[in-house]
């Protein structure tokens, strides 16, 4: 069982930075792969990035890649989310995301993941 509790999101003006926390309970933190999801306002839960159990391969949507960055410390059992440049389009509530190191699902498919924080608001005003 791993519960998962996000932290760091708010309001944030276009151009913006700020970086999202997910703390993960448990010892087998670095057993599982992790991911970044976000649902904005009246749309689909969509895949923004994940990063593999070790740290070693990091993955992202087309639509954040360049601009946000994955990144875990196994030691604290924690998984950040550095979001730069900040577009209003990225105002939706992120969630952090659990599952199992190995799947024959892809990164960005949600199915993959067992274990799903609460989400924090994040706010990009224009």
């Known amino acids: 069982q791993v519960q998962l509790v996000e932290s760091g999101g708010g309001l944030v003006q276009a151009g913006g930075s700020l970086r999202l926390s997910c703390a993960a309970s448990g010892r087998t933190f670095s057993s599982y792969a992790m991911g970044w999801f976000r649902q904005a306002p009246g749309k689909e839960r969509e895949f923004a990035a994940a990063?593999?159990?070790?740290?070693?391969?990091?993955y992202y949507a087309d639509s954040v890649k360049g601009r946000f960055t994955i990144s875990r410390d196994n030691a604290k059992n924690t998984v950040y989310l550095q979001m730069n440049s900040l577009k209003p389009e990225d105002t939706a509530v992120y969630y952090c995301?659990?599952?199992?190191?190995?799947?024959?699902?892809?990164?960005?498919?949600?199915?993959?993941?067992?274990?799903w924080g609460q989400g924090t608001q994040v706010t990009v005003s224009s």
């Open positions: 995301a659990a599952a199992p190191k190995y799947s024959g699902r892809a990164y960005h498919d949600q199915g993959r993941y067992n274990y």
């Open positions: 990063i593999s159990w070790s740290g070693g391969s990091t």
